[in-house]
């Protein structure tokens, strides 16, 4: 069955640091895929996407994303968080045949320290 | 262009009872979803609609059942409510043939007693 993973539930970082959040999906097929956010009372929103060409692809406020199609892998990164980055993220990946399935990770909950 | 709504936005009702949920999707997207939102599961997704026909469904049980429109506005509907249902139950519609970004709704808050 198709699956997308999160390795992180809970990360907590201070202002100025690096992050980095996992996200793997199950192989099979061509794939679009997603970071969503869902700031505190917020809806969700899109963070970024990829769907095919540069595998470094940008987003919202300085977030970037790799994709490595060899390792199922779509990383979100973001070289300085700030404290409104505090926030749930969501890995999503809808698959482009087959079963066109948008399937979303369990989410990592970011508190970022002032 | 007006977002996605749902209504309503709270929802209290007790063990047995059912419950419509209402979503209407951005203008002109003809794709909506469903899905559960609880602490800890993230959002686990219920069912995907496109142009009147359920294309996709979760792994949830026969209580959990949807519909959409001719003017793409969907409902979904759990039968016979139990304590685990209570949830945040967000709808989503996206354009195209909906592959791409979905654009979610403020979600309705169940909370069954």
């Known amino acids: 069955a198709q699956s997308v993973s999160q390795h992180n539930h809970h990360v907590i970082l201070s202002e100025a640091a690096s992050l980095e959040l996992g996200c793997n999906y199950s192989?099979?097929?061509?794939?679009?895929l997603f970071w969503y956010v869902q700031y505190p009372g917020q809806h969700l929103q899109l963070l970024l996407k990829?769907?095919?060409?540069?595998?470094l692809v940008k987003g919202i406020k300085g977030f970037e994303a790799e994709f490595i199609k060899s390792k199922f892998s779509f990383n979100l990164r973001k070289p300085s968080v700030q404290w409104s980055d505090t926030a749930e993220y969501f890995c999503?990946?809808?698959?482009?045949?087959?079963?066109?399935?948008?399937?979303f990770g369990t989410g990592t909950r970011l508190k970022v320290l002032a | 262009k007006a977002g996605v709504t749902q209504t309503p936005r709270y929802l209290i009702k007790t063990r047995g009872q059912q419950v419509t949920l209402s979503c209407s999707p951005i203008?002109?997207?003809?794709?909506v979803s469903w899905y559960q939102q609880t602490p800890g599961q993230g959002l686990q997704f219920l069912f995907e609609?496109?142009?009147?026909?359920?294309?996709n469904k979760g792994n949830f049980p026969g209580r959990f059942s949807g519909r959409q429109f001719s003017n793409s506005r969907s409902e979904m509907n759990v039968s016979t409510l139990e304590l685990g249902d209570s949830a945040l139950y967000l709808c989503?519609?996206?354009?195209?043939?909906?592959?791409?970004?979905?654009?979610f709704g403020p979600g309705t808050r169940l909370t069954v007693l």
């Open positions: 989503a519609s996206s354009s195209g043939g909906g592959e791409g970004e979905q654009f």
């Open positions: 192989y099979g097929g061509t794939v679009n």
């Open positions: 990829y769907f095919s060409g540069d595998p």
């Open positions: 999503a990946v809808r698959w482009t045949s087959g079963t066109y399935k948008y399937i």
């Open positions: 203008s002109g997207h003809r794709s």
């Open positions: 609609y496109f142009s009147e026909t359920q294309r």
